[in-house]
């Protein structure tokens, strides 16, 4: 090619950007468009289309939760959906998070493990800082593969209460906690100027099985009497029917990933002369424990959005910004009602979500595609920012682990053990002002015991939802290698489960059943939602109940995880529950990476003093995302809880890893 040619080339692209730049600067903002004759009204439905502040508006919106991704990181992935053409975001709210003891809250610098997560006002200014709406789902129950749903594990506590009902016990805490909640967003509301145009009235109620206008209109009027005056509404798969909707009152929208034109030819039958809105078009979809990974190609995705768009509706791209269930915070899906545990199906940590912005903030062909169809169909052109770089992760050296504290140890040395003369539930200990324990491990220790040779241990019921078995500090229960290891003694599936204690007799033994709660149930009918985690019927030696139990809860909480003493040199990593210690020093500017965690086996990662997520080598996922908001310049510290057997390294990776991991077969 021609230096001449060369050069025009150049110049050409240089004038299509600078006549793009002139473009945009000639252009409104989102707000300016909407508000530039100052606030009237906000966002109406009275009509086949939506109408804001006076003037047609279509809905292009993206689902990004706060609580998911490090605040560090909020306006990065704020700026990117606005930057692909979205005028709106749409969150929930966690419940359990913001009232993470009954009466206690946290909305940013609360106290809470999560306080730097919670800050829901300032991630509601800085949307609106990046030219979007926000449409707010508060619950107050969220389903979002969250751990139960978002509800607080205290509501437990109460017997006879009816969660998602209208049992006045129930509402007086939604009311309490939505008083909170609701003085903070009314002032963001879009007709005094904030961002807030709409809000959610409970969520996907339809799929309960249950019909109940009157807890709906219950939640209309906590809303209406904390000040709420922007539009309400609902969302459901539309073969729900009107079933968790007033339809008559409040705007139904729709919940799908298939069958655009079945689906909202339906929703537009169940109510006529309203806009159509899609609430959740699923970009992708979640991950199982031990499942294949899940992923839903650029072309089905494109596909699917395009035909929403031109039905003609409104839609919110669910998820569009991947992020993680950091801590225990993951949730899950029942089988079976009640409090048949067999069919439980535990969530992965990350919630990446095969999303438009992935979950370490990377821009993917799916986010490409939203920016082309949206410039396609949005007829109101406005100002739109650069896509913001995205830094390029690390990986540290690998880290010889050389520091151990066994498990036997931190129980044997836990101060103030809970003495209980039955086995009770997590729920239901006496701790945390009186809220009971959420998440985590609770210990039953059971000690001075005279075994018979060959004593047979029984766990009557279900395990809730892993249990490990000490004798005198020795495991018991097999090291998993497998996943139909997951059909077997240990493991939620199994009822009635029973091991063999010792092979000769032993007297003054040290019996210790450490159980972990992998997530309550997030999803489905009411009686689905009835559930305890721990143990929570009788446990038998030798067919005799045992009784007069020590009870230890192991929360694993930040404050508690940065103060534990008592580290030793390495002794023993086969078949050994054990936390394990390392530290490395980190140089700014610091930067994302992701925990290589293929060579163990079940456990958690916690990144100085926070717990990073869940370790399961029966995957799929087998890396945890760690974001360098996490990470602080010089020494950093992980510690790894691993229930069985600890490779020699603690290692890193650069990139997600799905599959199982290098034990298991």
């Not at 950091?326 to 009640?338: C, D, I, T, W």
Request: glycine residues 8%.
């Amino acid at each position: 090619m021609a230096r001449s040619t060369v050069i025009l080339l150049v110049l050409s692209v240089f004038l299509i950007a600078a006549r793009s730049a002139v473009i945009q600067d000639d252009l409104p903002t989102n707000y300016e468009y909407f508000t530039e004759n100052g606030i009237s009204s906000g966002l109406n439905a009275d009509q086949k289309y939506f109408t804001l502040n006076g003037k047609n508006i279509t809905i292009f919106s993206g689902a990004f939760h706060y609580f998911r991704v490090h605040p560090s990181q909020w306006r990065d992935r704020l700026r990117k959906m606005r930057a692909a053409g979205l005028n709106t975001i749409e969150t929930y709210a966690a419940w359990n998070l913001h009232e993470y003891q009954s009466g206690v809250y946290d909305f940013g610098n609360g106290g809470s493990d999560f306080e730097a997560f919670l800050d829901i006002v300032q991630f509601i200014k800085i949307a609106q800082e990046e030219d979007l709406f926000v449409l707010v789902r508060p619950g107050p129950y969220i389903c979002s593969e969250w751990e139960f749903g978002g509800l607080p594990s205290w509501l437990l506590r109460d017997k006879d209460i009816k969660v998602r009902t209208n049992d006045p016990l129930y509402l007086k805490y939604v009311a309490r906690y939505w008083g909170q909640l609701l003085l903070l967003l009314e002032p963001l509301q879009f007709t005094k100027g904030g961002p807030i145009i709409a809000l959610q009235v409970e969520n996907e109620y339809g799929n309960t099985g249950n019909s109940d206008p009157d807890y709906l209109h219950s939640l209309v009027k906590i809303y209406r009497d904390n000040g709420i005056k922007e539009l309400l509404y609902t969302s459901d798969p539309p073969g729900a029917g009107s079933r968790g909707a007033l339809p008559n009152e409040l705007l139904m929208t729709a919940n799908f990933n298939s069958d655009v034109k079945g689906n909202l030819d339906k929703l537009d039958t169940l109510q006529a002369n309203k806009p159509t809105m899609t609430m959740e078009f699923w970009s992708g979809w979640f991950d199982h424990v031990s499942e294949d990974h899940h992923t839903v190609s650029v072309d089905q995705y494109k596909q699917l959005y395009e035909q929403i768009l031109t039905h003609p509706a409104s839609v919110n791209i669910y998820m569009f910004v991947g992020s993680t269930n950091f801590g225990f915070l993951n949730g899950a899906n029942s089988l079976y009602p009640g409090l048949n545990n067999s069919g439980l199906q535990p969530d992965v940590t990350s919630y990446d979500y095969d999303s438009p912005i992935s979950e370490s903030g990377e821009i993917t062909d799916k986010f490409t595609a939203t920016a082309e169809l949206v410039s396609k169909y949005n007829p109101i052109k406005s100002k739109l920012p650069a896509i913001p770089e995205t830094h390029e992760r690390v990986t540290f050296d690998d880290i010889k682990i050389e520091q151990q504290i066994l498990l036997s140890e931190i129980i044997d040395s836990f101060p103030n053990k809970i003495a209980s003369e039955n086995i009770v539930s997590m729920e239901q200990l006496p701790i945390n002002n009186n809220s009971g324990q959420a998440f985590g491990y609770i210990v039953y220790r059971k000690t001075n015991l005279n075994l018979n040779a060959n004593a047979v241990l029984k766990i009557s019921g279900y395990v809730r939802d892993h249990v490990l078995v000490l004798v005198n500090g020795k495991l018991l229960t097999p090291v998993l290698s497998s996943k139909d290891d997951l059909n077997k003694f240990g493991y939620w599936r199994v009822k009635d489960s029973s091991i063999t204690l010792t092979n000769e007799a032993l007297e003054g033994a040290t019996l210790d059943l450490v159980v972990e709660n992998n997530a309550r149930n997030n999803y489905g009918g009411l009686d689905q939602f009835q559930q305890f985690k721990g143990l929570i019927e009788d446990v038998l030696i030798d067919d005799v109940e045992i009784k007069s139990w020590e009870i230890v809860p192991l929360e694993f909480k930040k404050s508690w995880n940065k103060q534990l003493t008592g580290w030793h040199e390495v002794q023993q990593t086969r078949a050994t529950p054990a936390l394990y210690r390392v530290t490395f020093n980190v140089k700014a500017p610091l930067r994302d990476t992701y925990v290589n965690v293929q060579d163990w086996r079940k456990g958690i990662v916690i990144i100085n003093g926070f717990i990073l997520g869940r370790i399961f080598a029966v995957g799929p996922q087998q890396a945890l995302y760690l974001p360098a908001g996490l990470l602080q310049e010089g020494q950093n510290e992980i510690i790894v809880f691993e229930h069985f057997s600890a490779p020699e390294y603690v290692k890193f990776s650069r990139d997600p890893i799905w599959g199982v991991g290098t034990h298991i077969n």
